[in-house]
């Protein structure tokens, strides 16, 4: 059936059909609506108000009654102030070296991979797809005293004792920029997949240098790619417990492995879901500051 509208077109039925078939493919979300609150929306919101309920001493019964005891006693304890400090320094630091060392890699992947580039981004893919297990009882038998870094050092006679490596901040920092530097390298590329060749071509036709292309030319405008890795190899190795556990040998006390603590083996339930609301919120912090970074610098990011 065909009517007229107020502005004189002709409208058949299409438009009433479009609306029925969009809202039977939108049954299709539902499962995975869902699944995602049980298995996340569910458990967050349980975690967030248990972490201001509170455990009696010398019991394990929980008192449901609202309170910011955990909390005031995160920020007023010495010993997990220093955990946080020194999980965010172990975090920033793997940023900072992760994108000194995947810049160059990611570079290198777009610009002189060719046919070996499928192959390396699939090397590159290794530590996420075997997760963080495998690489770091790896990583145990390369910087452990017998392992093949000291063996090796020992052998040259360059040392005359084992380096200690393990059960330190040094090999923890290893781990995790050897974890988390796919999570660099992969935005990089992306980004870097984007700028044409031209453009630094462009710049050496003008007297630059490559040292000044690369500075100017094709650092600003993979800042994109540089930011969005930031954030994940930040928020990767905030919240990273298997490396710090392994290769800190139980001697380095992250705030992951504080939660796990106070979850498994004193099982101060709200206490341990205070500490991984902290992380959660500093997560959360870093997205707004990246989101208004990115607002306040405009179309350069």
Do not use: H
């Amino acid at each position: 059936m065909r009517s007229w509208d107020n502005d004189g077109f002709a409208t058949t039925g299409t438009s009433a059909r479009a609306v029925i078939e969009r809202a039977q493919t939108s049954w299709l979300l539902v499962p995975g609506v869902v699944l995602v609150a049980s298995v996340f929306l569910a458990p967050f919101l349980l975690l967030f108000a248990m972490s201001f309920w509170s455990q009696p001493e010398g019991t394990l019964l929980v008192d449901p009654s609202p309170t910011l005891g955990n909390y005031q006693r995160i920020f007023s304890d010495g010993f997990y102030l220093r955990g946080l400090m020194r999980t965010l320094w172990l975090s920033v630091a793997t940023v900072l070296i992760s994108l000194i060392l995947g810049f160059p890699v990611a570079y290198w992947i777009v610009r002189r991979a060719r046919r070996l580039r499928r192959l390396v981004t699939a090397l590159m893919l290794l530590p996420i797809v075997c997760g963080a297990l495998l690489p770091t009882l790896g990583l145990v038998n390369l910087l452990s005293p017998l392992g093949i870094i000291n063996g090796s050092l020992r052998s040259l006679g360059v040392i005359d004792r084992a380096i200690p490596l393990l059960g330190t901040q040094f090999g923890i920092l290893i781990g995790l920029v050897q974890a988390f530097l796919p999570l660099m390298v992969l935005p990089l590329v992306a980004v870097l997949d984007q700028v044409p060749r031209s453009l630094e071509d462009a710049a050496m036709s003008l007297g630059a240098r490559p040292a000044q292309v690369w500075r100017r030319v094709v650092v600003p405008l993979a800042a994109r790619g540089a930011l969005a890795g930031s954030v994940l190899v930040f928020c990767a190795a905030l919240t990273s417990f298997v490396t710090p556990q392994i290769l800190g040998q139980g001697k380095i006390a992250t705030f992951a492995a504080m939660t796990w603590q106070q979850a498994s083996l004193v099982l101060d339930w709200p206490f341990a879901a205070s500490l991984a609301m902290v992380m959660l919120m500093l997560i959360g912090a870093l997205g707004v500051s990246v989101a208004v970074l990115r607002r306040s610098l405009g179309q350069r990011l």
